[in-house]
């Protein structure tokens, strides 16, 4: 076998070099056809040598593996190689284009023929052009290269071959002449033929080129009928050249501003929204610069970079990424390893720019967030001004305390620096949490623990805050005490329902407004104001619970509408019950 790892380097080497020779043949082919000297001289030995490294390749095709287009596997049988390529159009254009006809002829009747059937084969060395497309097509989907470089210099190769081309076929119109005054080099240059092979190839290039750029100096033109054939069907010819690079080169410039001329438009689309709708100075400035964060961040934005790569490479990504940061931070301090995985897949990563609100306050929470870098800073409405309470960097958290407590967010936090931050919906969470008992309860130690470290004044701007703080600690005594005397054994889900082995009954607690009267009583009374609690584990529970807010025992648990609730499982959050 052949085809080692090191063959594949060897043969792009050999591919480079082969186009470099390909380059020489596209100059020496029509060359040879208008200056026949050059054909049976000088270059007639460098052709044999460039024709010797095509029939090598020849060769060497033999043993390269190709990839079947049907199945996209690699092929490298020799015997399917060698099958695929005879049969292949590419093989006899290949032989053909590389046999030395000049040099057989030569050698097969001992005489050196000048006529134009050698020079009209020698265009065959053309087919080898194809290596130069290939090699372009394969560096436009190369990103290690411009590819505004890539396309300018193709465009740039394509015009010079087209005007060396016409230049020497413009020339082999003249010599073909019968009369070789009445020609558009003739007319000016006696015995043209005779004088130096450059300076007739000098005045067709400097025909071609005028010509190519429409500007028509007047000082060589058609003299002939068939010279005046040849420049209208080059005339035509440049038309198409011409907008073919016009195109081009329109399409590359475009290309490069077009993400200006989107942001541009969007930007444009938001100033005549906020004019029409008379928005506030510092929401329009808030609006224009997360627009203008979003183009400058694009590359980094992780679901649209994402999107179309397998769920394993992106899961990967976002370990990479955001694992760290969701370890380090306080919630999920001491979680298994399975929910910090699992929770890492299904971040959400945002940026924001200075001076943005994230959370307004009083907003209903779907989503919490931790920062990744920046920094964000909690603020308050209060008295007509916003008052900053705490600073939060990177690894901290917010929007956490709306969701657990499923209340309106407290506070509002606003960007103070770019800021990446990562959201997690509230549902997401619920249902990775709502199996792990142990991660459960770890969670809620790690935020009942946190919210006692709060700062007093952030703590007396949530006045329910100390009788929250009581009703987990309560909880938590009884989910420890029951899990000490509880006997090892293996419960279903059912058995689990309802068991405090965790404060985070169906993920979080469940909450519920009590009042201390029949649902058919008058409520006018400020005393018989409701209570919110977390839902007991039984109605005995309930009953104790109610006894110990209102001062007074209750015997059943009414709903608004006076059916006895019998089942706490058939309850709902912020459901009303009445202790009568």
């Known amino acids: 076998m052949l085809i080692f790892w090191w063959f594949r380097v060897i043969v792009l080497w050999w591919q480079a070099f082969l186009v470099l020779l390909v380059i020489y043949s596209a100059w020496s082919s029509p060359f040879e056809l208008a200056f026949k000297k050059v054909a049976t001289g000088s270059l007639l030995y460098v052709d044999l040598v460039v024709d010797f490294f095509f029939a090598t390749d020849i060769i060497v095709t033999f043993f390269v593996a190709y990839l079947d287009k049907s199945t996209y596997l690699l092929v490298d049988e020799h015997k399917k190689i060698a099958t695929r390529y005879v049969t292949h159009m590419m093989f006899p254009m290949d032989v053909a284009s590389t046999l030395p006809f000049q040099t057989i002829y030569r050698i097969l009747t001992g005489k050196l023929h000048r006529g134009d059937v050698f020079g009209f084969l020698n265009l065959l060395r053309l087919w080898r052009l194809r290596r130069v497309s290939e090699l372009f097509s394969r560096l436009e989907k190369d990103t290690r290269f411009s590819y505004f470089m890539t396309r300018t210099i193709k465009l740039i190769c394509v015009t010079l071959f087209a005007v060396h081309s016409a230049a020497c076929f413009y020339y082999w119109i003249a010599t073909h002449h019968h009369i070789s005054q009445d020609t558009w080099i003739g007319s000016i240059i006696e015995n043209f033929e005779d004088r130096s092979i450059w300076l007739g190839y000098t005045y067709s290039m400097y025909w071609s080129i005028v010509t190519l750029t429409t500007v028509g100096y007047g000082d060589l033109h058609a003299v002939n009928t068939g010279e005046k054939v040849f420049n209208i069907f080059y005339m035509l010819f440049n038309i198409g050249l011409t907008s073919y690079l016009i195109g081009n080169m329109t399409n590359l410039i475009v290309h490069g501003a077009v993400r200006t001329f989107i942001m541009r438009d969007s930007i444009n689309e938001i100033l005549r929204y906020a004019s029409k709708n008379r928005l506030p100075e510092g929401l329009k400035q808030q609006m224009l610069a997360h627009m203008q964060l979003k183009f400058k961040t694009a590359e980094l934005q992780q679901e649209e970079v994402l999107e179309d790569l397998p769920k394993a490479i992106r899961s990967s990504i976002a370990q990479h990424l955001f694992r760290k940061t969701v370890e380090k931070t306080y919630l999920f301090k001491g979680i298994s390893e399975d929910l910090s995985r699992q929770l890492v897949v299904d971040l959400k990563a945002e ?10 306050q009083n907003e209903i929470p779907t989503d919490f967030y931790i920062i990744v870098s920046g920094g964000m800073e909690v603020m308050i409405h209060k008295n ?6 705490i600073k939060l960097g990177p690894m901290d958290m917010f929007g956490e305390i709306g969701v657990f ?30 199996s792990l008992d142990e991660d459960k309860k770890r969670i809620m130690i790690n935020f009942t623990e946190y919210l006692k470290e709060l700062k007093k004044e952030v703590q007396d701007e949530m006045p329910f805050l100390a009788e929250l703080l009581l009703d987990l600690n309560m909880e938590q005594t009884t989910s420890v005490n029951e899990s000490e005397n509880r006997e090892p054994s293996n419960y279903t889900q059912e058995d689990r329902e309802g068991t405090p082995t ?10 519920v407004v009590i009042h201390g009267y029949h649902p058919h009583e008058g409520t006018t009374d400020s005393k018989r104001t409701g209570k919110l609690v977390h839902l007991p584990d039984s109605v005995e529970d309930l009953l104790n619970l109610a006894e110990k807010k209102f001062g007074k025992r209750g015997t059943t648990v009414l709903m608004a509408d006076g059916s006895q609730v019998e089942d706490l499982n058939a309850l709902r959050e912020n459901d009303h019950l009445f202790i009568s």
């Open 384 to 389: 007509g001004t916003d008052q900053c309470l």
């Open 405 to 434: 407590f499923n209340i309106p967010q407290p506070f509002t936090v606003r960007s103070r620096k770019l800021s990446q931050v990562v959201r997690i919906s509230h549902h997401r969470f619920k249902q990775l949490v709502q």
């Open 351 to 360: 940026y924001f720019p200075p001076k943005v609100e994230v959370i307004l």
């Open 502 to 511: 965790s404060v985070l009954i169906n993920t979080l607690p469940m909450r």
